[in-house]
């Protein structure tokens, strides 16, 4: 069984870093692209950011450019997201997403809030 | 690049049917047939019911059919079941492996 297990301390104030991880099991890691999707309170999906299998080739929605790092350690199984100069609006649940040989997000993570308040 | 159109809620009796669109551009849903679906209950993980436009992975009821014409996608559900309220998002491959997801309809069984 695909298990896909968010962590992270959850509250930063603006302006703050803070690194989610996603510990992955039930699959062979190093063969699929893995991401993160967010999706603020009442609001709905933003894919934020993916990266390829061996890392090499990564993805940012516009939004998070210069400010979020995404990174995995395939010997770990793992697959993080450093984010920096946080904002009030990057309040989210965070989501490890694994992409299927199909192209889709076809195993999603319980989700992981992210608060970004003073 | 901004969010798919969908409607923002859809509504049936059990053991009808509804349809979500999804709107993009070329760009998007009409430029390459990598068009999925989700279905997120309240306060759960969204669950992928839909992938490269009309198929469905192992275990999602063929109730659930989709398709695609030009920059518009659709989700279906025939014979609604009170297990089917819930949101659905739809997404699209935008190139450069950049995604964009659509508004979200909420589906209520009446």
């Known amino acids: 069984e695909v298990q896909l297990v968010e962590s992270g301390v959850g509250l930063v104030q603006p302006g703050g870093s803070l690194r989610v991880s996603c510990v992955a099991s039930?699959?062979?890691?190093?063969?699929?692209?893995m991401g993160w999707v967010r999706q603020a309170p009442g609001k709905g999906l933003e894919w934020v950011a993916n990266i390829r299998q061996d890392g090499n080739e990564i993805t940012y929605v516009e939004s998070v450019k210069g400010r979020f790092t995404i990174s995995r350690d395939n010997a770990k199984n793992s697959v993080y997201l450093q984010m920096n100069s946080l904002r009030e609006d990057d309040t989210a649940v965070y989501y490890c997403?694994?992409?299927?040989?199909?192209?889709?997000?076809?195993?999603w993570g319980q989700g992981i809030l992210v608060t970004v308040s003073s | 690049q901004s969010a798919l159109t969908q409607p923002r809620s859809v509504s049936g009796s059990p053991g009808q049917s509804v349809t979500i669109s999804c709107t993009g551009t070329?760009?998007?849903?009409?430029?390459?047939?990598?068009v999925s679906w989700y279905q997120q209950h309240p306060g759960k993980a969204p669950k992928l019911m839909i992938y490269?436009?009309?198929n469905r992975p192992s275990g999602v009821p063929d109730r659930f059919s989709a398709s695609k014409s030009g920059n518009t996608a659709s989700l279906t559900i025939s014979g609604l079941q009170a297990e089917d309220e819930a949101d659905y998002y739809c997404?699209?491959?935008?190139?450069?492996?950049?995604?964009?997801f659509g508004l979200g309809t909420e589906v209520t069984v009446l």
């Open positions: 070329s760009s998007d849903v009409g430029g390459y047939d990598y």
């Open positions: 490269e436009v009309t």
């Open positions: 997403v694994r992409w299927g040989l199909t192209g889709a997000m076809d195993n």
């Open positions: 997404c699209s491959f935008a190139g450069s492996h950049y995604y964009i």
């Open positions: 039930g699959f062979t890691f190093k063969n699929n692209w």
